[in-house]
């Protein structure tokens, strides 16, 4: 079992910066990668950024080159540095861990999700 709780999120204005945090509990030897999701009201659950355990990155077309995905082993936490912020980034972000599971699909742990609202 994995658990995860997010941290950061809030209201900022458009060109703005904010950073969320994820910290792991639990069975963090199994974890394959960690990464940030994101759902606005009426779209389905997208990828934002991930980071994979042989640190492997990758991240949506959306966001290249304004969000930044890095990890922080000695507090086991993932952090997604969000820059030139634009109000369609604006969405509920959830923090992901995938554990890969012998003879079946992986398994998907999720944060409760934090809000993040880019508005002026």
Same mark, same amino acid.
């Given at each position: 079992q994995?658990?995860?709780?997010?941290?950061?999120?809030?209201?900022?204005?458009?060109?703005?910066?904010?950073?969320?945090?994820?910290?792991?509990?639990?069975?963090? #030897?199994?974890?394959?990668?960690?990464?940030?999701? !994101?759902? *606005?009201?009426?779209?389905? !659950?997208?990828?934002?950024?991930?980071? +994979? !355990?042989?640190?492997?990155?990758?991240?949506?077309?959306?966001?290249?080159?304004? #969000?930044?995905?890095?990890?922080?082993? *000695?507090?086991?936490?993932?952090?997604?540095?969000?820059?030139?912020?634009?109000?369609?980034?604006? *969405?509920?972000?959830?923090?992901? *861990?995938?554990?890969?599971?012998?003879?079946?699909?992986?398994?998907?742990y999720?944060g409760?999700? +934090?809000?993040?609202?880019?508005?002026?």
């Open positions: 994995v658990q995860l709780v997010e941290s950061g999120g809030g209201l900022v204005q458009p060109g703005g910066s904010l950073r969320l945090s994820c910290e792991a509990s639990g069975r963090l #030897f199994t974890i394959y990668a960690m990464g940030w999701y !994101r759902q *606005a009201p009426g779209n389905e !659950r997208e990828l934002v950024a991930r980071i +994979t !355990r042989d640190d492997r990155l990758d991240y949506a077309d959306s966001v290249k080159g304004r #969000f930044t995905i890095s990890r922080d082993n *000695a507090k086991n936490t993932v952090n997604l540095q969000m820059n030139s912020l634009k109000p369609e980034d604006t *969405a509920v972000y959830y923090c992901n *861990a995938v554990v890969p599971m012998e003879a079946s699909s992986p398994a998907l999720w409760q999700g +934090t809000q993040v609202t880019v508005s002026s």
